[in-house]
Protein backbone atom coordinates (compact mmCIF):
# COMPACT_ATOMS: atom_id res chain seq x y z
CA UNK A 1 0.00 0.00 0.00
CA UNK A 2 1.28 3.80 -1.07
CA UNK A 3 2.25 5.79 1.54
CA UNK A 4 -0.52 7.90 3.08
CA UNK A 5 0.31 11.87 3.25
CA UNK A 6 -1.87 13.90 5.78
CA UNK A 7 -0.92 16.88 8.33
CA UNK A 8 0.78 15.83 11.18
CA UNK A 9 -1.42 15.04 14.58
CA UNK A 10 -0.57 16.21 17.98
CA UNK A 11 -0.55 12.00 18.78
CA UNK A 12 2.11 11.74 16.27
CA UNK A 13 4.91 13.86 18.26
CA UNK A 14 6.61 10.68 19.17
CA UNK A 15 7.36 9.41 15.85
CA UNK A 16 7.80 12.78 14.34
CA UNK A 17 10.66 13.05 17.04
CA UNK A 18 11.91 9.82 16.95
CA UNK A 19 12.64 10.34 13.25
CA UNK A 20 14.02 13.64 13.42
CA UNK A 21 16.37 13.02 16.24
CA UNK A 22 18.06 9.93 14.85
CA UNK A 23 17.80 11.54 11.16
CA UNK A 24 19.62 14.63 11.84
CA UNK A 25 22.36 12.65 14.27
CA UNK A 26 23.09 10.57 10.95
CA UNK A 27 23.30 13.91 9.36
CA UNK A 28 25.92 15.18 11.48
CA UNK A 29 28.03 12.12 12.84
CA UNK A 30 31.41 12.46 12.73
CA UNK A 31 31.53 15.83 12.37
CA UNK A 32 30.11 17.16 15.53
CA UNK A 33 30.39 16.38 18.83
CA UNK A 34 28.02 14.06 21.17
CA UNK A 35 27.61 17.42 23.48
CA UNK A 36 26.29 19.03 20.46
CA UNK A 37 24.12 16.84 19.31
CA UNK A 38 22.68 15.66 22.30
CA UNK A 39 22.04 19.88 22.95
CA UNK A 40 20.13 19.92 20.01
CA UNK A 41 18.10 17.08 20.18
CA UNK A 42 17.26 17.68 23.73
CA UNK A 43 16.22 21.15 22.20
CA UNK A 44 14.68 20.56 18.90
CA UNK A 45 13.34 17.21 19.23
CA UNK A 46 12.24 16.73 22.51
CA UNK A 47 8.53 15.17 22.49
CA UNK A 48 6.79 18.29 23.99
CA UNK A 49 8.12 20.65 21.51
CA UNK A 50 7.44 18.26 18.37
CA UNK A 51 4.07 18.38 20.08
CA UNK A 52 4.26 21.52 20.67
CA UNK A 53 5.45 22.76 16.88
CA UNK A 54 2.74 20.31 15.29
CA UNK A 55 0.24 22.24 16.89
CA UNK A 56 2.19 25.95 15.38
CA UNK A 57 2.62 24.18 11.47
CA UNK A 58 5.48 24.02 12.18
CA UNK A 59 6.09 20.13 10.69
CA UNK A 60 3.63 20.44 6.90
CA UNK A 61 3.14 16.67 6.42
CA UNK A 62 3.80 13.27 7.58
CA UNK A 63 3.62 9.91 5.10
CA UNK A 64 2.32 6.84 7.08
CA UNK A 65 3.05 3.75 6.24
CA UNK A 66 0.80 0.92 7.07
CA UNK A 67 -0.46 2.92 10.42
CA UNK A 68 3.18 3.86 11.52
CA UNK A 69 4.66 7.55 10.44
CA UNK A 70 7.58 6.80 7.98
CA UNK A 71 8.90 10.69 7.31
CA UNK A 72 8.23 13.97 7.68
CA UNK A 73 8.83 17.30 5.93
CA UNK A 74 8.06 20.77 7.45
CA UNK A 75 8.37 24.41 5.69
CA UNK A 76 7.21 28.14 4.76
CA UNK A 77 7.86 31.08 3.81
CA UNK A 78 11.24 32.63 3.06
CA UNK A 79 11.12 35.60 1.26
CA UNK A 80 7.95 37.64 -0.78
CA UNK A 81 8.11 34.52 -3.49
CA UNK A 82 10.52 31.99 -1.92
CA UNK A 83 9.74 29.23 0.61
CA UNK A 84 12.22 27.07 2.64
CA UNK A 85 12.23 23.75 3.63
CA UNK A 86 12.95 23.22 7.08
CA UNK A 87 12.66 20.00 8.57
CA UNK A 88 12.65 16.81 6.49
CA UNK A 89 13.53 13.11 7.41
CA UNK A 90 12.49 10.02 6.27
CA UNK A 91 12.81 6.88 8.76
CA UNK A 92 15.76 4.68 7.79
CA UNK A 93 13.47 1.41 7.31
CA UNK A 94 11.56 3.51 4.75
CA UNK A 95 14.18 4.74 3.06
CA UNK A 96 14.68 4.54 -0.67
CA UNK A 97 10.82 3.52 -0.98
CA UNK A 98 9.74 7.15 -2.55
CA UNK A 99 8.26 8.26 0.91
CA UNK A 100 10.89 11.32 0.80
CA UNK A 101 9.56 11.88 -2.53
CA UNK A 102 6.28 11.77 -2.02
CA UNK A 103 6.36 14.00 0.89
CA UNK A 104 8.90 16.87 -1.00
CA UNK A 105 6.03 16.63 -4.07
CA UNK A 106 2.93 17.66 -1.27
CA UNK A 107 5.21 20.37 0.63
CA UNK A 108 5.86 21.45 -3.07
CA UNK A 109 2.28 21.51 -4.28
CA UNK A 110 1.52 23.40 -1.43
CA UNK A 111 3.94 25.87 -1.83
CA UNK A 112 3.45 26.53 -5.19
CA UNK A 113 -0.62 27.17 -4.29
CA UNK A 114 0.79 29.84 -2.17
CA UNK A 115 2.60 31.31 -4.83
CA UNK A 116 5.83 30.65 -4.46
CA UNK A 117 8.54 30.25 -7.14
CA UNK A 118 10.99 28.76 -5.61
CA UNK A 119 12.56 26.72 -2.73
CA UNK A 120 15.14 26.78 -1.10
CA UNK A 121 17.23 23.83 1.55
CA UNK A 122 20.17 23.69 3.66
CA UNK A 123 21.70 20.47 4.13
CA UNK A 124 24.20 19.49 5.85
CA UNK A 125 27.95 19.49 3.92
CA UNK A 126 28.76 15.87 3.77
CA UNK A 127 25.11 15.07 3.93
CA UNK A 128 24.71 11.43 1.56
CA UNK A 129 21.42 11.12 2.05
CA UNK A 130 20.10 14.42 1.25
CA UNK A 131 22.51 16.12 -1.27
CA UNK A 132 22.18 13.29 -3.99
CA UNK A 133 18.38 13.38 -3.24
CA UNK A 134 17.20 17.30 -3.83
CA UNK A 135 20.53 17.39 -6.73
CA UNK A 136 18.17 15.20 -8.40
CA UNK A 137 15.05 17.04 -7.77
CA UNK A 138 16.10 20.03 -9.56
CA UNK A 139 17.49 21.77 -6.65
CA UNK A 140 20.67 23.44 -7.60
CA UNK A 141 24.17 24.70 -5.56
CA UNK A 142 23.58 28.11 -4.31
CA UNK A 143 26.30 28.93 -1.45
CA UNK A 144 27.72 27.42 1.57
CA UNK A 145 26.52 29.03 5.15
CA UNK A 146 29.22 28.62 7.93
CA UNK A 147 28.42 28.91 11.86
CA UNK A 148 30.08 28.61 14.84
CA UNK A 149 27.72 26.58 17.54
CA UNK A 150 27.20 26.72 20.59
CA UNK A 151 30.06 24.68 21.60
CA UNK A 152 32.70 26.57 19.43
CA UNK A 153 32.52 24.01 16.80
CA UNK A 154 31.89 24.80 13.00
CA UNK A 155 28.97 23.71 11.33
CA UNK A 156 28.65 23.88 7.20
CA UNK A 157 25.39 24.12 5.46
CA UNK A 158 25.07 23.65 1.72
CA UNK A 159 22.43 25.80 0.36
CA UNK A 160 20.16 24.54 -2.69
CA UNK A 161 17.13 26.11 -4.97
CA UNK A 162 15.22 25.44 -7.00
CA UNK A 163 11.97 27.02 -9.10
CA UNK A 164 8.82 25.39 -8.85
Not at 63 to 77: C, L
Not at 130 to 142: K, V
Request: charged residues 25%.
Amino acid sequence: MPPLIRRPKPEDASDVARICRLGWQQTVEGRLSESHQQQIVDFWYAESKVQQDIGRGHYSYVAVVDGRVAGVIGGGKAGADAAEIHVFYVDEAYRYQGVGSMLLDELTRHHHQKGFQSQWVSVQEGNMYGLPFYESRGFEYAGRKVRSTGTGEVQISVRYRRSI
